[in-house]
């Protein structure tokens, strides 16, 4: 069954700063990869997702994620934080042949300093 | 405008009493779920459906039960509230075919005194 890791339960940054969220899987093969994004008192909006090809996917809000095989693992980034970007973050890792159900991280929660 | 829609967005009942939480998307998924959340927590699935008539138990052990007879509708019920039960709790939809990854309702806050 596969797993995922986010070390970083929260992450603070300055407001126009980059930021990477880490995550880290466990699958034998290449998995399904998922990064979602919940807001307080909201549900998760999909930010991105990665199936195959191209390594470094473009997502909504101006965030992208690198699939990096090598090291099992599929971290977020953006080049300029917004104030508005604050909000916890999950990483999910589903399993291609399968249900595609996914299993998901702990979440990092991103707060972001003026 | 497509989208999922969850009811009450907050609820505190006393234990004991039977509740229903509502889920219904207008998006003509075939996949359903419900998911618990808690703060810290990894998001735990307790039911999901693939279709009408399609019910399934998830990975967290939950004395809740859902029902599908509509596919655009997938509400949760517990008969017995207790404290155990407060959490948010959160309804997801996908396409049939294909992981598309999830669309997400707003959650309903349950809190069980």
């Known amino acids: 069954a596969q797993s995922v890791t986010q070390p970083d339960i929260h992450i603070t940054v300055s407001e126009g700063a980059s930021l990477e969220l880490r995550c880290n899987y466990s699958?034998?093969?290449?998995?399904?990869l998922f990064w979602y994004v919940q807001s307080p008192g909201q549900g998760l909006q999909l930010l991105l997702k990665?199936?195959?090809?191209?390594?470094l996917v473009q997502g909504i809000k101006g965030f992208e994620a690198e699939f990096k095989r090598s090291q099992s693992s599929f971290n977020l980034r953006k080049p300029s934080v917004h104030w508005s970007d604050a909000a916890e973050y999950f990483c999910?890792?589903?399993?291609?042949?399968?249900?595609?159900?996914?299993?998901f991280g702990r979440g990092t929660s991103l707060i972001v300093h003026p | 405008e497509a989208d999922i829609y969850q009811t009450p967005r907050y609820l505190v009942i006393g234990t004991g009493k039977k509740i229903t939480l509502e889920c219904s998307q207008t998006m003509g998924h075939d996949k359903m779920y419900w998911y618990q959340q808690d703060p810290g927590m990894e998001l735990h699935l307790i039911h999901y459906?693939?279709?009408?008539?399609?019910?399934e138990k998830g990975d967290l052990s939950s004395e809740s039960t859902v029902s599908r007879i509509r596919t655009e509708h997938f509400p949760l019920t517990l008969e017995s509230a207790r404290p155990s039960h407060t959490s948010q709790y959160l309804c997801a939809s996908s396409p049939r075919q294909g992981p598309y990854g999830y669309t997400f309702g707003s959650g309903t806050r349950l809190t069980v005194v």
């Open positions: 459906s693939y279709g009408v008539n399609s019910t």
């Open positions: 990665y199936f195959s090809g191209d390594t």
């Open positions: 699958y034998g093969a290449t998995p399904y």
């Open positions: 999910a890792v589903g399993e291609p042949g399968g249900s595609y159900i996914p299993t």
